[in-house]
């Protein structure tokens, strides 16, 4: 269903009094502001303030979840990565690399290194993150040198001629190689991760965890 930002408040409305819509799947530019539709939400999308699904409680209200994170990680552990104990080098702090953040800290990760071209966004989500007291969380250059992962949330393999956010010379046959872009196939950066004898998972296989990890929410699995 396609609704315009401006009109997304007449459209939870309309589906708070229909009774056969039991939850929504959000997407961009509504993932902010449907937040402030959740009477309740999981502690992720509290710290967020951000939302990509939403089912109905028992009186009627919505709650909320940011599951992208999850859906990432999940895509990496069947690729064959091993998150729990790891350090990982995570390129992008916006909205899929905070959410991804989070993710990699629940899956206990021991040392989480945050680059983005933005210092101040970069400094916010470390500070975020820190606030859970797991591991440790710091900001770093674009270096993977002594990591175990190496996890792409920017943009950066979306258009043609786009630099890769980790120069392929630092990757090593030790390190997985994780990427957010989905519908590109193997990105450029993949590309590189593959040649240099990395294990991958591309944006695709993430776009498919997602899926499971959305139904067993409207199920009230999780």
Same mark, same amino acid.
């Given at each position: 269903?396609?609704?315009?930002?401006?009109?997304?408040?007449?459209?939870?409305?309309?589906?708070?009094?229909?009774?056969?819509?039991?939850?929504?799947?959000?997407?961009?530019?509504?993932?902010?502001?449907?937040?402030?539709?959740?009477?309740?939400?999981?502690?992720?999308?509290?710290?967020?303030?951000?939302?990509?699904?939403?089912?109905?409680?028992?009186?009627?209200?919505?709650?909320?979840?940011?599951?992208?994170?999850?859906?990432?990680?999940?895509?990496?552990?069947?690729? !064959?990565?091993?998150?729990?104990? $790891?350090?990982? *080098? =995570?390129?992008?702090?916006?909205?899929? %690399?905070?959410? &991804? #953040?989070?993710?990699?800290?629940?899956?206990?990760?021991?040392?989480?290194?945050?680059?983005?071209?933005?210092?101040?966004?970069?400094?916010?989500?470390?500070?975020?993150?820190?606030?859970?007291?797991?591991?440790?969380?710091?900001?770093?250059?674009?270096?993977?040198?002594?990591?175990?992962?190496?996890?792409?949330?920017?943009?950066?393999?979306?258009?043609? !001629?786009?630099?890769?956010?980790? $120069?392929?010379? *630092? =990757?090593?046959?030790?390190?997985?190689? %994780?990427?957010? &872009? #989905?519908?590109?196939?193997?990105?450029?950066?993949?590309?590189?991760?593959?040649?240099?004898?990395?294990?991958?998972?591309?944006?695709?296989?993430?776009?498919?965890?997602?899926?499971?990890?959305?139904?067993?929410?409207?199920?009230?699995?999780?």
């Amino acid at each position: 269903m396609q609704v315009a930002e401006a009109d997304l408040e007449v459209a939870m409305r309309a589906f708070a009094h229909t009774s056969n819509v039991d939850g929504l799947l959000v997407t961009m530019p509504h993932k902010f502001t449907a937040f402030a539709y959740c009477a309740t939400s999981s502690e992720t999308a509290k710290m967020l303030g951000v939302v990509s699904v939403i089912r109905r409680n028992p009186d009627g209200t919505w709650h909320g979840d940011m599951l992208d994170g999850y859906a990432f990680v999940k895509a990496q552990k069947d690729a !064959g990565a091993k998150p729990e104990g $790891a350090r990982v *080098l =995570l390129l992008g702090a916006g909205g899929a %690399g905070s959410a &991804i #953040a989070i993710a990699l800290i629940d899956a206990g990760v021991r040392e989480l290194i945050i680059h983005d071209t933005s210092e101040e966004r970069t400094n916010k989500l470390v500070e975020l993150v820190s606030k859970l007291g797991r591991g440790r969380v710091l900001a770093g250059p674009a270096d993977p040198t002594g990591c175990d992962m190496v996890c792409n949330a920017t943009p950066m393999g979306m258009a043609d !001629g786009d630099p890769l956010p980790v $120069a392929s010379h *630092l =990757l090593s046959s030790s390190m997985f190689v %994780g990427d957010v &872009i #989905a519908g590109h196939g193997v990105t450029p950066f993949l590309a590189a991760a593959q040649a240099a004898g990395c294990k991958t998972a591309d944006g695709d296989q993430m776009v498919e965890a997602v899926q499971d990890i959305m139904l067993d929410f409207m199920l009230h699995k999780n």
